[in-house]
């Protein structure tokens, strides 16, 4: 016996009405391939080029809770914007960030990267200066490596000192993708 | 593989899928099609709403069906004869839950209910409550009524 659809859909409709959502995603197509998309209460929680949710959703509810849900509404606003983004309509993101259970220098860093403006590149070691930390590059690195919200915490801008391109949780492809569509390649 | 405390809660998500189509299914058994869908909606709304206070990830199918059953009663419409609230059947073949199911047997259906998701599932008063439509002291109360009405049974 299967669920409707339309029964499945009134459900998850009627979770977030009723703020019963500690967290709610879905997958967003793009042209860097499809992106799980995570939002909660307090804004973008998580982007990642992994789409099979098993692992995010545990993920996501160590992060905010156990009420995990699918929900498409959630995260329409970030869907918007990043089709817009793709679309080269947008330089700058305007969506609130959640980054809680970050530990305070990486929260640090991620302020210090979302000021890379668009269609430019800098380095690790110049970021690790800009957070009072001048030695700390691969420290840096590893910020970038694991940051969660990729694309919009724009960490495909950040490359190695003599100008390769390093590394990229999504793969040196999508960073080679992204830079490209800003015009920085 | 018996482990009866610190089994981690599944993200809702996994929780909502792996139990959705059973809940279906009970449903329109007792309500029909069309208005199984409603009741499908307030029982999983009645899970996401208690689901951040549950104490732990056991027990999580016994515990929707009772709730899937309190609200079919709720939309007025009697169980099957001899329904009961609770779901008694043992998941994992173990015969712990089907020993208290035969011991509560008789107990008017809320306090057998709250009875054997207390003492035999271990769920908390809240979670019980979201299964049986009530507040948590309402649980707590039921299953202590429910336990003194055991104890003058077998003295």
Not at chain 1, 172 to 184: M, Q
Not at chain 2, 107 to 135: C, F, H, M, T
Not at chain 2, 146 to 154: C, P
Request: glycine share 8%.
């Amino acid at each position: 016996m299967t669920l409707s659809p339309d029964v499945d859909r009134r459900f998850r409709e009627a979770a977030v009405t009723l703020g019963l959502v500690d967290m709610g995603f879905d997958v967003v197509e793009s042209p860097v391939g499809e992106l799980f998309v995570a939002v909660s209460d307090r804004g973008l929680a998580a982007i990642s080029y992994d789409t099979v949710p098993d692992l995010q959703l545990e993920r996501l509810a160590r992060i905010a809770g156990p009420c995990v849900l699918r929900s498409p509404r959630t995260v329409d606003v970030a869907r918007r914007e990043l089709d817009e983004y793709f679309e080269g309509k947008r330089r700058a993101f305007d969506l609130t960030l959640d980054l809680r259970a970050l530990p305070p220098f990486t929260v640090t860093v991620l302020h210090e990267l979302a000021r890379v403006p668009y269609g430019e590149t800098t380095t690790y070691g110049a970021l690790a200066s800009r957070v009072g930390r001048p030695r700390a590059a691969r420290a840096v690195g590893t910020v970038m490596n694991r940051n969660r919200i990729p694309i919009v915490l724009p960490c495909h801008r950040v490359v190695g000192a003599g100008g390769d391109l390093v590394g990229y949780g999504g793969g040196l492809e999508r960073k080679t993708a992204l830079l490209t569509l800003e015009g920085a390649l | 593989m018996v482990m009866m405390h610190g089994v981690a809660i599944p993200p809702f998500e996994r929780f909502y899928e792996q139990h959705r189509a059973e809940v279906l299914r009970l449903l329109r058994r007792q309500l029909g099609a069309e208005r199984a869908e409603d009741a499908f909606q307030e029982t999983f709304l009645r899970a996401l709403q208690a689901y951040r206070r549950i104490e732990h990830g056991e027990h999580l199918r016994a515990w929707v069906l009772t709730i899937a059953r309190n609200v079919a009663i709720d939309m007025g419409r009697r169980t099957r004869p001899g329904g009961e609230l609770v779901e008694t059947a043992a998941e994992d073949g173990t015969s712990a839950y089907a020993e208290l199911a035969h011991l509560t047997d008789g107990l008017p259906a809320k306090e057998r209910a709250a009875v054997v998701l207390r003492y035999g599932y271990d769920l908390s008063y809240d979670q019980i409550a979201a299964a049986l439509g009530s507040s948590p002291g309402a649980a707590r109360q039921a299953a202590s009524t429910g336990v003194r009405r055991l104890r003058r049974r077998t003295s």
